[in-house]
Every structure is written in C-alpha cells, then in structure tokens.
C-alpha cells in the first residue's frame, strides 16, 4: 500500500466520526449510569437568596457548573428538549416550536423512528446490553425520542408519579441512561409568574426530588457508578417564554458524579445541545460528527 493511499484511507476511517478520547476531567472509566435531571422552565436567574434548594447546591457544590448555559432559539420546549437529548440545535434535528409533535423541518439525518439520532440511538448501536429509560410529565416528551428503542417510556401524571416511576426504573434495571423530565416550576411560572414565591415554592419542590434520586443511588451503591446532571429547557419572564431575553435564554448546567473531577463554576460557553455529547463523553460513546454538540467535560 502506497503512503497516499494509507492517508486517503486513515481520513475515510477517521472523518465519519468524534472519539471521546483525551478526557480531562473523567477520573476513570467506571461511570455506567447517567441520569439526565430536566426541570421545565427553571431558569439560571433562579439561583439567588430567594431559592431554598439545598441539594442542587450541594450538587454544583461537589461538581461542576454553570449558570450562564445558553438554551437555543425559540427559548421553548420540543426546542430545546429535543436539543438537549439531540446534540444538535433545531436547523439540524427539525424540531422548531414549542409543542412540535414532528419535525417541521427535514432532519439533516434521518434515524429510528423517523427523527434525528439522539443519545439513545447512540446507546442503543454502541451499548446494545444496556437498559435506557425516559420519564416525564409533560406529553410532549414523548414526541422528541427513539420510542421503539427504549426500555421504558412512561408518561407520568404529576411529578411525583414521574419520580416515583423513574427511581422504580433505575433501582430495578440499573439503566445506562435515564433521562427524567419534570414539568415544574414551568406549570407554576405560567400560571402564577416567575420569580414569584409561588415560583420558588416550586423550585423548592424540585429540590427535594433531586435529593431523593442522589440519596436512593447512594442507598443502592449505585451513586460511585453514576453521574447526575440537572437543566433545562428554558427560562422565563412574567407568565411567560419564548423570546430572547437572557432571563429566557440561560439556564443551570450542573454535573455531579464521584468519577468526574469536581470544577466548580465553568467559564466555558456551554450550549443546551453539548448536554448529549457529554453524556455520550460519560459512557465513552463516539459521538457521530453530524452532532454540533461538545463535551463540556474537556478542557477545549
């Protein structure tokens, strides 16, 4: 073999995709679950004097964090969900508005279930023995995601039910990945207003399941194998979101897991859409180079 063709034939093998290799803050290749924690509507302007949430601050305290996380444009939800689980922005998976129930625009790459490739087809082709579950309260979830790939797909009729249902899921299957939407303070900040005490009231809610899912995985021995991170959507201003205030824009970013160096507060652009890269970071995925998304856990 010539040295020409060796070189055409290194750039072929190499330019269909994105190794997650040269990690700089994952200690160890332990980490076999990820539990991805979305709480609709929870803006980054949130975490002031006024938040009682002690177990996110414990979370951003023993991790990694930003506050200045950008959502993508418009600042509402099938949006921003389907970029986060995505790895890419709308003009790439097709999903633009905020109840889309189907691409309005053609995926750039078409994949299960006639839908742009998410972290969970990533799971499914690089991790085929693992269990994948997504659970969430609002309906519209359910239209962002590889059904026919998962484990388990549940709809859940409050946020309890939602919690009670996921943490059934992560104690009895040991998924690789769990993503687990709540609808709150989203309900709360539409029909009361943010950053109103009926708001906070909802965000201290929040809280609590967080701190309900760290202390099961630890009471499960299952916390020194995970890694947890919480964000979301969107923001929001008065009864509402949508548009491009930095109060709709930026949201909490926040990592904890014992198998990730603790960083603190990042000062990095971190974008909703780097959330899937960082998971598929997290379990030592490739990522597929028609993702935008970067891993937030390099120091590039």
Same mark, same amino acid.
């Not at 690789?176 to 709540?182: E, L, N, R, V």
């Not at 701190?211 to 021995?221: C, D, H, R, W, Y």
């Not at 990042?266 to 598929?280: E, G, M, P, R």
């Given at each position: 073999?010539?040295?020409y ?14 190794? /997650? ?5 994952? !200690? ?5 679950? #990820? ?8 803006? *980054?302007? *949130? ?8 177990? +996110? ?6 991790? /990694? ?5 950008? *959502? ?9 969900? *389907? ?11 097709g ?8 691409? !309005?625009?053609?995926? &750039?790459?078409?994949?299960?279930? /006639? ?9 499914? %082709?690089?991790?085929?023995? %693992?269990?994948?579950?997504? #659970?969430?309260?609002?309906?519209g ?9 998962? $484990? ?11 919690? $009670?249902?996921?943490? %059934?899921?992560?104690?009895?299957e ?8 709540? $609808? ?11 950053d109103? %005490? ?7 809610? +929040?809280?609590s399941?967080?701190?309900? +899912? ?5 009471? !499960?021995?299952?916390?020194k ?5 919480? /964000?979301? $959507? ?15 824009? !930026? ?8 198998? #990730? ?11 909703t859409?780097?959330?899937a ?8 995925l ?5 993702? &935008?998304?970067?891993? #937030?856990?390099?120091?590039?």
């Amino acid at each position: 073999m010539s040295n020409y063709t060796y070189l055409l034939l290194s750039v072929f093998i190499f330019s269909g995709c994105t190794s /997650s290799n040269n990690k700089s803050y994952i !200690e160890n290749n332990s980490i076999k679950h #990820v539990i991805l924690i979305g709480s609709d509507g929870f803006g *980054a302007y *949130a975490f002031n004097n006024k938040a009682n949430i002690p177990n +996110i601050r414990e979370m951003m305290l023993k991790g /990694s964090y930003s506050l200045k996380a950008r *959502a993508v444009f418009p600042t509402s939800s099938a949006v921003n969900w *389907a970029s986060m689980i995505m790895g890419s922005g709308p003009e790439l998976h097709g999903f633009t508005e905020w109840g889309s129930k189907q691409p !309005e625009l053609p995926p &750039r790459v078409n994949g299960t279930d /006639s839908i742009y490739p998410s972290i969970i087809s990533l799971i499914n %082709e690089q991790l085929p023995n %693992e269990k994948k579950g997504v #659970v969430y309260t609002w309906s519209g979830i359910g239209y962002l995601f590889e059904k026919s790939l998962v $484990d388990l797909n549940y709809n859940g009729k409050s946020d309890n039910d939602t919690l $009670d249902k996921a943490l %059934e899921f992560i104690v009895s299957e040991k998924p690789a990945f769990t993503f687990i939407h709540f $609808d709150e303070p989203d309900i709360t900040g539409h029909d009361r207003g943010h950053d109103t %005490e009926a708001y906070y009231k909802a965000i201290q809610t +929040i809280d609590s399941h967080v701190g309900t +899912i760290v202390n099961t995985l630890s009471k !499960e021995n299952m916390l020194k194998h995970s890694a947890i991170i919480f /964000s979301s $959507d969107h923001g929001g201003i008065g009864k509402t979101h949508g548009g491009k205030t930095l109060l709709e824009t !930026e949201i909490p970013w926040i990592i904890f897991s014992p198998n #990730v160096s603790p960083k603190g507060a990042l000062n990095k652009s971190i974008v909703t859409y780097d959330t899937a890269s960082t998971i598929a970071d997290l379990l030592n995925l490739t990522i597929p180079n028609y993702w &935008r998304g970067k891993s #937030v856990l390099k120091n590039n």
